[in-house]
C-alpha cells in the first residue's frame, strides 16, 4: 500500500494540464522509450488501453503505430483528458476517452490487446488491485507494457529533506522486486523487469521543486506534513542539497522501472503467490540528461 491521496493526484494534474506537455520532460523521455520496446514485438492490437494517458501524446503515438487500432484513454483527471481531446480530430477519431482509477477500470473483461502505461503506478495505493484489473482487461495472449518510478528516485531531495526533520516531503515508491511479484500474483505470465537510471540536473534546488510542482507531481503522500514548511526549513533543506552540486549543477536522480508481461492464454485465477524473472544484467542502466 502507497497512501497517496487520489483526489489530491486528480486535483494536482489536473492544474498542471495546460502546460503539461511543454513541461514534462521526464515524462516524455520515458514514453519515448517504452514505445520503442514495441519495435520488438510483432502485435497487431485491435484495442489498447493507455492507462494514465494524461494529454494524449502517447495515445496519439499509440494509434499511428497501430493504425487499425482503437485507443482508450484511462485517466484519473478530467482536465487532462479534455485536453487530450482537444487535440484530436473531432470525427471519425479512434481515441476513447475514459475518466477513472487505473485500480478500477470501468471495462469489459477480456477486451484489451495491449495495456500501455508510462509513469501512472507509482501514483496507485494497491498494485495487487491495479494488476489484477490489467489481467482482467486484456485479452488472451494480450500484452502488459509498462514504466513506473522506482524507490531511488528523488533521493538527493528525500535525504536532503532527512537532514531536517523525518517528516515526508518526498513521494515513496514500490521496489521493482515487489512490482514483479505483483504481476505474478495478478495472474500475468512471462514477467520480465528492468531498471533504468536518468538524472537530470539542476542550477538550483528550487528549479528542480518547480519542475516537479509544475507538473502536478510533487508530495501528495498521506503522511505528508499538513502546514506550510517554514522558511528557516527550507534554507537548511537547500543548504544540504548542496553538498550533492558536480559540476556546478545539482543532480536529480529518477529510477525508471520498465516492465512488460503477458496475459494467460486461458484465463485462469491469480497466483497468491510467485516470483518474476528479473535478469541481472538489466539490473542497472543509467543515462544522464543535461
Known amino acids: 500500500m502507497n497512501g497517496v491521496d487520489k483526489r489530491k493526484i486528480a486535483n494536482s494534474f489536473g492544474r498542471a494540464a495546460p502546460a503539461y506537455e511543454q513541461n514534462a520532460v521526464l515524462q516524455k523521455t520515458v514514453a ?5 520496446r514495441l519495435d520488438l514485438l510483432t502485435i497487431k492490437p485491435e484495442w489498447i488501453a493507455d492507462i494514465g494517458s494524461g494529454t494524449g501524446s ?4 499509440l494509434a499511428g503505430r497501430y493504425t487499425s487500432g482503437r485507443v482508450a484513454q484511462i485517466d484519473l ?3 487532462m483528458l479534455l485536453q ?3 487535440k484530436s480530430r473531432k470525427f471519425f477519431s479512434r481515441q476513447y476517452y475514459c475518466c477513472a482509477d487505473a485500480e478500477k477500470i470501468p ?3 477480456h477486451k484489451i490487446d495491449l495495456a500501455f502505461s508510462s509513469l501512472t503506478y507509482q501514483w496507485c495505493n494497491d498494485l495487487d488491485r491495479a494488476f489484477v484489473e490489467v489481467k482482467r482487461i486484456l485479452r488472451p495472449n ?3 507494457l509498462f514504466a513506473t518510478l522506482g524507490p531511488d528516485t528523488l533521493k538527493e531531495l528525500r535525504a536532503s529533506w532527512a537532514a531536517v526533520d523525518d517528516t515526508t516531503h518526498v513521494n515513496t515508491f514500490f521496489d521493482m522486486h515487489d512490482i514483479g511479484d505483483a504481476l505474478v500474483r495478478a495472474g500475468l505470465e512471462s514477467v520480465v523487469m528492468d531498471v533504468e537510471i536518468i538524472t537530470l540536473n539542476y542550477p538550483d534546488c528550487l528549479s528542480l521543486m518547480r519542475d516537479i510542482k509544475i507538473v502536478g507531481a510533487h ?3 498521506q503522511a505528508r506534513l499538513k502546514a506550510l514548511t517554514g522558511k528557516q526549513k527550507m534554507q537548511r533543506m537547500i543548504a544540504a542539497y548542496e553538498k550533492f552540486r558536480r559540476d556546478n549543477v545539482l543532480p536529480a536522480t529518477y529510477e525508471i522501472v520498465y516492465g512488460h508481461a ?7 485465477p491469480a497466483k497468491q503467490d510467485g516470483v518474476a524473472y528479473i535478469p541481472v544484467e538489466s539490473l542497472r542502466k543509467t543515462r544522464d540528461r543535461k
Open 32 to 36: 519515448e522509450r517504452l514505445l520503442t
Open 58 to 61: 502517447t495515445s496519439r503515438a
Open 77 to 79: 483527471s478530467p482536465p
Open 84 to 86: 487530450s481531446r482537444s
Open 107 to 109: 471495462m469489459a473483461a
Open 142 to 144: 494480450g500484452l502488459f
Open 219 to 221: 508530495n501528495i503522500n
Open 262 to 268: 503477458w496475459a494467460p492464454a486461458q484465463d485462469r
